[in-house]
């Protein structure tokens, strides 16, 4: 089975700028779970969508949002970037039903200039 | 509020010791307990517990999980340069569909 895509793979943007990230699950996952991790705060969880709906979402202003298309696959937007918002961006799939364990994609390296 | 510490928070040791990492929570109503390794890209996965007392087994490196004392450990026996990262721990609860981390212990083993 082919892993977990994530594109694009690096970014840079200025402040202020938006931006869209895009995650693609194992096939047959329907979970995706967005997490941010950064050297001081580590690996934190933004949301979970599964079939196309937001289960859950964590402690993140609402500039961060994402949706979940029909297929499975996940983006994730922010809007007005901050200095701040410079981390890498992971996404985590996996059945979503009963316990089963999440795979990571390769991240997005996003820096805001 | 749900919380999973891990320590140490780095650890360096000579190829061929063994270690412990460590892991505690507190979280409601405890779902599973994954641990995953972390170089210089996504973390992998290593193992999942959900019950106490079994030991998951992967080479040398195992793990175990006691859901009285809400901990866990991984240990990695005769440890190679290979094993440096940074091992991470996540706790799911159940019914909230998100996996709360710890901030890791880095792992560095000389050659």
């Known amino acids: 089975k082919a892993g977990v895509t994530q594109t694009p793979r690096y970014l840079i943007k200025t402040r202020g700028q938006q931006v869209t990230l895009s995650c693609s699950p194992i096939s047959g996952h329907r979970s995706v779970s967005w997490y941010q991790q950064t050297p001081g705060q580590g690996l934190q969880f933004l949301f979970e969508?599964?079939?196309?709906?937001?289960?859950n979402k964590g402690n993140f202003p609402g500039r961060f949002s994402g949706r979940q298309f029909s297929n499975s696959r996940s983006e994730m937007n922010v809007s007005t970037l901050e200095l701040g918002d410079s981390a890498l961006y992971l996404c985590?799939?996996?059945?979503?039903?009963?316990?089963?364990?999440?795979?990571f994609g390769p991240g997005t390296r996003l820096t805001v200039l | 509020e749900d919380k999973v510490v891990q320590s140490p928070l780095s650890l360096v040791v000579h190829e061929g010791d063994t270690v412990t990492l460590n892991c505690s929570y507190e979280v409601t109503n405890f779902r599973s307990l994954l641990w995953y390794k972390q170089e210089k890209k996504a973390p992998t996965f290593l193992f999942m517990l959900?019950?106490?007392?079994i030991e998951k087994k992967s080479g040398r490196l195992s793990s175990i999980l006691d859901k009285k004392e809400l901990f866990s450990i991984l240990n990695i026996t005769a440890t190679q340069t290979g094993d440096s990262a940074v091992y991470l721990c996540?706790?799911?609860?159940?019914?909230?569909?998100?996996?709360?981390f710890g901030t890791g212990t880095r792992l560095k083993v000389l050659a």
């Open positions: 969508y599964f079939s196309e709906t937001q289960r």
């Open positions: 959900t019950s106490s007392g």
């Open positions: 985590a799939t996996n059945s979503g039903q009963g316990t089963d364990t999440q795979y």
């Open positions: 996540a706790v799911e609860a159940a019914g909230t569909y998100k996996y709360i």
